[in-house]
């Protein structure tokens, strides 16, 4: 086993080692190398980078690390979302990132169900995305132990969107997003975004690629034949990272990609390919064009279900995703500037958590579904009925006047469903600064003795307004139709109104 011991471009006093076997781990543009603890890896570029390129790796690894260091939830986006590169070095004229190992949860520990080809690799996000490697008939399909449920998949969409509001945040533009530069773990609701080296600085550092294919922006397409000096050349940009991102949520929750429809552009295969996701992209399920809808003969055998926009249309992610996914692949294809911002992505997903029904089945794969908004609730994966009422919630604020108002965010009530402070008081807002006493569960809805109750754990100030009782700590209510609970009377303090369904 041979150490070789390297020395950090940004400061030469400090040296990192790698072990050299000769056989690294290759990946599109770089080799990696584990260092002799597997704390940290070493990824050279195959190809010797020019000045410009050089130049960006050092602000990458300085100034927007140190900037995430030091702002907001850095440990959060540090540990949880990004694994960003921390130094740099350099060696034979070839230069090389450190980079912070992958955690264990984001290796397969099992694989395809019948084959161990699969362990110890990286759960890359693309596998997560195709309804072929969860089919019980399909050769290679995934060991259910590896997929999750289908709220695994909001989460993960959660963390990938956070990702990228960040980095706009900060002035920066992904140009390559993609399910290949994502590790996903279903299991602990996880996402990484990875290889991090090639980000947008909008006037400083141009992109060096276009993207990956399926999540390039039409726009992007459409001008490629353009020199790159040419004005009306579109290349990547925080636009173009919105699209990806669109695509990204879209895939993990309905497993099929919003262009890829049964409409032939053209009998040439690229020129084809160019004007599927270019100039004639259309959204499968656009609600007045159905010349791109899925042709069911053009499926596979694997992806029948889940192809077929038919048996899961995009409206069964809800009223916040569901608009949301309108915007981005009807309005926002032509029109970049009408794509959902990835805060806006953010809000609908976090909405759309609190809104999730369980299904009582339990040879159901996806566990949960969006409800409905009917008075008998069924499960678009499985087709089982909810058997039992449900409380669905609305949430009240008080506006400037004093008057309680709809906040457009509601419960839907489900065994062991928790409650926090971002629902006690708006005061508090649920995103990636909550503090751990924040994230603490503060009430807990139970279904017991054929009633649904809502037990009150650190809450001061709950009130049953429907039968002026203080609702003190461990007090219990039982929900019923109209009830009207206030959770807290300070500033700030939101209301409950329940409806059976």
């Known amino acids: 086993m041979n150490i070789v011991r390297v020395y950090s471009i940004v400061d030469t006093s400090k040296t990192y080692e790698y072990v050299d076997d000769g056989k690294p781990k290759q990946g599109g543009v770089k080799d990696v190398y584990f260092s002799p603890k597997r704390d940290y890896v070493i990824a050279f570029f195959r190809n010797k980078q020019d000045d410009n390129q050089k130049e960006r790796i050092k602000k990458i690894v300085t100034l927007y690390h140190d900037n995430i260091k030091k702002g907001n939830a850095s440990t959060y986006y540090l540990d949880e979302v990004f694994r960003w590169p921390y130094d740099a070095v350099e060696k034979n004229g070839l230069i090389g990132v450190v980079v912070p190992i992958y955690t264990p949860n984001f290796f397969f520990k099992k694989g395809y169900q019948?084959?161990?080809?699969?362990?110890?690799?990286?759960?890359?996000?693309?596998?997560?995305?195709s309804p072929s490697f969860r089919n019980k008939q399909f050769p290679f399909n995934l060991d259910k132990s590896e997929l999750g449920d289908w709220s695994s998949y909001l989460d993960i969409s959660l963390n990938i969107t956070r990702g990228i509001?960040?980095?706009?945040?900060?002035?920066?533009?992904?140009?390559?997003?993609?399910?290949?530069?994502i590790l996903v773990d279903p299991i602990t609701k996880s996402a990484n975004i990875i290889d991090l080296d090639g980000l947008v600085v909008p006037g400083m550092f141009p992109p060096e690629v276009?993207?990956?294919?399926?999540?390039?922006?039409?726009?992007?397409?459409?001008?490629?034949?353009?020199?790159?000096?040419?004005?009306?050349?579109?290349?990547?940009?925080?636009?173009?990272?919105?699209?990806?991102?669109?695509?990204?949520?879209?895939?993990?929750?309905?497993?099929?990609?919003?262009?890829?429809?049964?409409?032939?552009w053209d009998i040439d295969s690229d020129r084809d390919e160019i004007m599927a996701m270019?100039?004639?992209?259309?959204?499968?399920?656009?609600?007045?064009n159905s010349m791109n809808r899925v042709k069911l003969n053009q499926l596979n055998k694997w992806d029948t279900f889940w192809g077929n926009p038919e048996k899961v249309p995009y409206t069964v992610l809800g009223p916040y995703l569901g608009e949301l996914v309108k915007r981005a692949f009807v309005e926002g294809l032509e029109n970049p500037m009408m794509r959902p911002m990835a805060n806006e992505w953010e809000g609908a997903l976090l909405k759309t958590m609190d809104i999730l029904q369980d299904c009582s089945n339990v040879n159901c794969s996806e566990k949960w579904f969006v409800f409905d908004n009917t008075s008998k609730p069924t499960c678009p994966f499985c087709g089982e009925k909810v058997h039992h009422n449900v409380p669905v919630i609305d949430i009240y604020c008080k506006n400037r006047d004093g008057v309680w108002k709809l906040d457009n965010h509601r419960i839907v009530v489900s065994d062991r469903k928790t409650l926090h402070q971002w629902h006690v008081t708006k005061n508090i807002i649920n995103n990636e600064n909550l503090t751990v006493e924040d994230k603490k569960a503060v009430a807990t809805f139970v279904y017991e003795n054929g009633e649904w109750v809502l037990i009150n754990q650190s809450v001061q100030?709950?009130?049953?307004?429907?039968?002026?009782?203080?609702?003190?700590?461990?007090?219990?209510?039982?929900?019923?139709?109209?009830?009207?609970?206030l959770l807290s009377g300070g500033e700030g303090g939101k209301l409950l109104y329940v409806t059976m369904v």
Do not use: C
């Open 210 to 264: 276009i993207g990956t294919a399926d999540f390039i922006a039409p726009e992007v397409l459409k001008t490629k034949h353009l020199t790159l000096t040419d004005p009306k050349r579109i290349l990547p940009n925080q636009k173009t990272d919105l699209h990806a991102l669109a695509i990204l949520i879209y895939m993990y929750l309905l497993r099929r990609h919003p262009l890829r429809g049964g409409k032939i």
């Open 165 to 181: 509001k960040k980095m706009h945040q900060m002035g920066l533009a992904h140009s390559d997003l993609s399910y290949n530069n």
């Open 461 to 485: 100030g709950m009130k049953d307004m429907s039968d002026q009782v203080d609702v003190l700590i461990n007090d219990r209510i039982v929900l019923a139709h109209d009830k009207k609970i």
């Open 278 to 288: 270019g100039e004639r992209a259309l959204f499968i399920e656009h609600p007045e």
């Open 114 to 129: 019948m084959h161990n080809t699969l362990i110890g690799g990286e759960k890359v996000g693309k596998w997560f995305t």
